[in-house]
């Protein structure tokens, strides 16, 4: 089962579970899809979009479940991120784990990614 993560702030993605879809973050929304990354791409992400934030999840979603909506597109440096041309719903995601953030600023992932 190939998957794709989304960094959010818990009490954001909290109302989302609650809603029963996620719509996006506000730069999601501004963007037209919302952005996801590969597990290799995950560190960039973090650092560049959250760094020092604490309170944040991590998510794993279901590539699978997701459909044409799902596109891989360039992005920084060519790389190709996954992004959704579509809400989220709840059924695609695999699991939320927190996001913990060192006393370095630095957001330690679980083990694995």
Excluded: C
């Excluded at 089962?1 to 818990?10: G, R, T, V």
């Excluded at 699978?64 to 799902?70: K, N, P, T």
């Amino acid at each position: 089962m190939p998957l794709i993560y989304k960094i959010s702030p818990a009490n954001a993605w909290r109302d989302a579970e609650a809603a029963g879809v996620h719509t996006g973050a506000p730069v999601d929304l501004a963007d037209g899809f919302i952005h996801f990354s590969a597990a290799s791409q995950l560190r960039e992400t973090a650092a560049k979009h959250f760094h020092g934030q604490a309170d944040l999840l991590l998510i794993a979603v279901e590539t699978d479940a997701l459909g044409d909506a799902l596109k891989w597109e360039p992005s920084r440096g060519g790389a190709l991120f996954p992004h959704l041309y579509a809400d989220l719903p709840m059924s695609a995601v695999v699991w939320a784990k927190p996001l913990s953030l060192g006393d370095d600023g630095v957001h330690r992932f679980p083990e694995g990614l």
